[in-house]
């Protein structure tokens, strides 16, 4: 009894000199981590990339109204796949503004990722996600975070992305930050089968009133601050998309899959494949791992599935086309 007493003390200790946030309230952890939902950079499953950016830049620092505005990368850095074209940095409070070549729309689980630069796991610059169907009305995902709302975290200091959940920037370079359209559901003014842009706003992460931004719980976002670099806030890699309005890739012959899979999501253990013609059939987990693959016949094909929870991508390939299927497994 003695010991755990001393244990917690010594935890409470640690808490108060280091800054560090133990609530049991968590959300996914870093990437590599069990439970975490980074998509690395060259998962099987992105199938479109931005194509299209406008850049409303941010000052270097806002409580300096003459410390210049951030100017490291260009709007073509953040177009095309991730780890490909650089950053575009956005400065305190900057927007920029993602067009795709088709329309993103709601399908199982994620619909789309967005990559930011950072180096490491705790540090984490952050951003408002919002989306459009027509590029006029926008709206925000619900975005929560449980860091600290007392002590600053400094221009280099740790953010944990346990405390964070719908805000982009939780993972570090290489990995995106997912999003899923479904949360927007009984939202008015959009179409979440039909979203044409992605709007990506620099979270201020000061903790002072006057520029702080918050939650929407209305809890102020502590992150790395200030930044009064030319790189400063918010540093965009890339947006990849998941579920598009073509929901094949763009190199094939044909836009209408001539397979049907289901049910969707999957509680059992048999997966249903109803084919047009012949084929291959395999499935990956949301990494891009390859867990196994079958030959597809005329007709209906049962498949054995025996994997865990989760989004796995499935791809159908013959000599006329190469399309991609998102399925959830649920145990």
């Known amino acids: ?29 870093a990437a590599g981590k069990p439970g975490s939902t980074a998509l690395k950079y060259d998962s099987i499953c992105f ?22 505005f951030a100017d490291a990368g260009t709007p073509q850095s953040a177009l095309g796949p991730a780890l490909q074209n650089g950053i575009l940095s956005f400065g305190d409070g900057g927007i920029a503004t993602l067009t795709f070549d ?21 540090f984490l610059e952050l951003a408002f996600v919002e989306v459009s ?48 359209l479904e949360d927007l559901k009984d939202s008015a003014g ?16 000061s903790l002072t009133p006057k520029f702080a931004t918050r939650d929407s719980k209305g809890n102020k976002i502590n992150d790395p601050w200030p930044t009064p670099f030319p790189s400063g806030g918010f540093d965009l890699d890339a947006v990849g998309v998941i579920h598009t309005k073509l929901s094949i890739q763009k190199n094939t012959k044909n836009y209408i899959s001539s397979i049907k899979i289901g049910p969707n999501p999957l509680y059992a253990y048999e997966l249903n494949v109803y ?38 991508v499935v791809v159908f390939t013959n000599n006329e086309e190469t399309s991609r299927h998102i399925i959830e497994i649920i145990r």
Not at 7 to 25: D, M, P, R, Y
Not at 104 to 116: Q, S
Not at 135 to 148: I, M
Not at 149 to 157: D, E, Y
């Open 1 to 29: 009894m003695l010991k755990q007493i001393i244990f917690k003390f010594q935890l409470l200790l640690i808490t108060a000199v280091c800054g560090i946030n133990t609530g049991t309230s968590q959300f996914a952890p």
């Open 102 to 122: 088709a329309p993103i729309t709601n399908g199982p689980g994620w619909d789309f990722a967005i990559f930011e630069n950072s180096f490491l796991d705790t």
């Open 275 to 312: 084919s047009k013609g012949q084929g291959n059939l395999s499935l990956y987990d949301i990494s891009g791992v390859k867990i196994v693959s079958w030959k597809i016949h005329i007709g209906e094909n049962t498949l054995k599935i025996s994997q865990h929870t989760g989004m796995y």
């Open 133 to 180: 169907s027509d590029g006029k009305y926008f709206v925000r995902f619900p975005a929560v975070s449980l860091t600290d709302t007392i002590k600053q975290t400094g221009a280099f200091g740790y953010t944990f992305p346990e405390k964070i959940h719908n805000l982009a920037g939780k993972y570090r370079a290489g990995f995106g930050s997912p999003f899923d």
């Open 47 to 68: 199938v479109d990339w931005a194509t299209g950016c406008e850049v409303t830049r941010g000052l270097r620092d806002i409580s300096q109204p003459d410390s210049g």
């Open 190 to 205: 959009i179409d979440i089968s039909n979203i044409t842009h992605v709007r990506i706003r620099d979270v201020v992460g």
